[in-house]
């Protein structure tokens, strides 16, 4: 077996995104569903329902007593919170523990990464009147997912996949592709479609290191920016760095200046202590 082979089979032992929480997902793109009809579905997930509570208690709403139902904290945090919340809770079992050691990212900055990407992704939304803001904060919390299962064959490759990112002056992910046959974010984009997300989230999380990413479709192009823009702040950088060589002028395309990166990026910090946390980033 081909070692880009072996890496393919991983595919297919995936653990399977849970139910609940793309029932709960399907259910809130109905306005007129209520939080009966949602607290009927969470129940039956403990860890989602732990987590909503969790987020509804939390300082950050300064809510005067303890919420400790399941349809008060629907009411109280609202669908847009809710979902964000049950995308985070259901993702994070794919991200804990050493996951991002073969590119060189400590155990926990995987994840803060991806979580960094996906609040970038849902406050540049702003500027994108195409990208919904729950597809936004998803897609960009599932971009490097990839990563987490590629992580063990970069670590046995690594000393070559470095060697061709100096010698041929390619982006590291172009070194791993030659390497192994297949990159992180195309390996991301084939567990996304085993998970039966949207063709538009797949193909942004497949194409987020392109270098014409930005004159690609919206959500494509939200992510790569978002991405590139929380590497740029030193979060989850890791050995691949600045890979992506985005066509700068792509950014104009959305009526985007420097002055609304610079603000955004400083929203991203503030951003990051609430999701501390509501999303239990280490």
């Known amino acids: 077996m081909s070692r880009v082979d072996?890496?393919?089979?991983?595919?297919?032992?995936?653990?399977?995104?849970?139910?609940?929480?793309?029932?709960?997902?399907?259910?809130?793109?109905?306005p007129a569903v209520?939080?009966?009809?949602?607290?009927?579905?969470?129940?039956?997930?403990?860890?989602?329902?732990?987590n909503v509570l969790k987020v509804c208690n939390a300082s950050y709403f300064g809510l005067p007593r303890k919420v400790s139902s399941l349809d008060e904290a629907l009411v109280l945090i609202g669908h847009e919170t809710l979902k964000d919340v049950?995308?985070?809770?259901?993702?994070?079992?794919?991200?804990?523990?050493?996951?991002?050691?073969?590119?060189?990212?400590e155990q926990g900055e995987l994840w803060r990464h991806s979580v960094a990407t996906a609040i970038m992704a849902k406050i540049l939304v702003q500027h994108v009147s195409e990208v919904e803001g729950g597809v936004a904060f998803t897609a960009g919390l599932l971009h490097d997912i990839g990563k987490r299962f590629l992580s063990s064959f970069v670590a046995e490759d690594f000393k070559n996949i470095?060697?061709?990112?100096?010698?041929?002056?390619?982006?590291?992910?172009?070194?791993?592709?030659?390497?192994?046959?297949?990159?992180?974010?195309?390996?991301?984009?084939?567990i996304l479609k085993q998970w039966e997300f949207p063709s538009e989230m797949i193909m942004a999380v497949r194409q987020h290191h392109n270098p014409d990413a930005l004159q690609q479709d919206p959500l494509t192009a939200l992510v790569a920016l978002s991405n590139a823009l929380v590497v740029s702040l030193g979060i989850g950088a890791g050995a691949d760095g600045l890979a992506t060589r985005l066509q700068g002028a792509g950014v104009k395309r959305f009526g985007i200046t420097q002055s609304d990166l610079d603000l955004h990026m400083a929203d991203l910090v503030g951003e990051m202590d609430r999701a501390q946390e509501l999303l239990h980033l280490n």
Request: net charge negative; no cysteine; charged share 20%.
């Open 86 to 105: 049950i995308i985070a809770s259901s993702s994070a079992q794919f991200y804990q523990g050493d996951v991002g050691a073969g590119y060189q990212l």
């Open 162 to 190: 470095m060697q061709r990112v100096v010698r041929e002056n390619v982006p590291f992910e172009e070194a791993e592709k030659k390497s192994l046959g297949i990159t992180h974010a195309e390996l991301g984009g084939l």
């Open 6 to 30: 072996e890496i393919l089979g991983l595919v297919q032992q995936v653990p399977p995104f849970p139910k609940v929480a793309r029932r709960v997902l399907d259910l809130i793109e109905n």
């Open 34 to 50: 209520t939080a009966r009809q949602l607290a009927e579905v969470i129940q039956y997930d403990q860890a989602i329902t732990a």
